[in-house]
């Protein structure tokens, strides 16, 4: 009887080769999250937002997207967000900019989007991901609820010679 809870003892703490690989890179993609997630937060404190969006921009897409790979690091930005939130009203903003910077070095061609919305006497925001027009990695559907402020990178036309050129708003610049 000994020898049996011995040899399960022995058999649970003794890791193959192929586990010990996974457990490796589990922990390495645990550290990071949390070194993405902090310097997404450190930056902010003295950046704007376009300005850390291009740094945290690649310039050219990276690596094969691979969904299996992409949960977990969503499940792990998740979970450091949950030990470590950002924000009382919640954690959509450090989200969608930690999983920008993850989705376009693993071959997601995401765009971030940011939202406001009308929230009784004031204001309510929310960011966002999009793949091809759709949520990524979105829980949930109330980011419908949302008129877009702010888009990176911001959206292209599909044929720039059918589109008139626009005049920018007082005290805005246009692109040229």
């Known amino acids: 009887m000994t020898q049996g809870a011995d040899a399960g003892i022995v058999q649970t703490t003794c890791y193959t ?12 993609m645990v550290l990071q999250v949390a070194a993405v997630v902090s310097w997404i937060r450190l930056r902010l404190r003295g950046e704007s937002l376009p300005a850390v969006l291009k740094r945290l921009n690649p310039g050219a897409l990276s ?17 450091w967000l949950r030990l470590f939130p950002y ?8 989200r969608s900019l930690a999983l920008y910077w993850f989705a376009t070095r693993s071959g997601y061609p995401v765009s971030f989007h940011c939202g406001v919305r009308k ?11 999009m793949l091809d027009r759709q949520p990524f990695h979105e829980p949930g559907q109330h980011w419908q609820r949302f008129t877009v402020t702010y888009s990176f990178p911001p959206d292209q036309p599909v044929n720039a010679d059918l589109v ?11 692109a040229i």
């Open 119 to 129: 929230d009784g006497a004031g204001l309510d925001g929310h960011a966002w991901l």
């Open 63 to 79: 690596g094969r997207p691979d969904p299996a790979r992409f949960e977990d690091l969503v499940y792990y930005v998740d979970c």
């Open 17 to 28: 080769e192929p586990m010990m690989k996974r457990v490796v890179r589990k922990y390495r």
């Open 87 to 94: 924000n009382a009203k919640g954690n959509c903003f450090p």
């Open 164 to 174: 008139s050129p626009m005049r920018p708003r007082n005290g805005t610049t246009a």
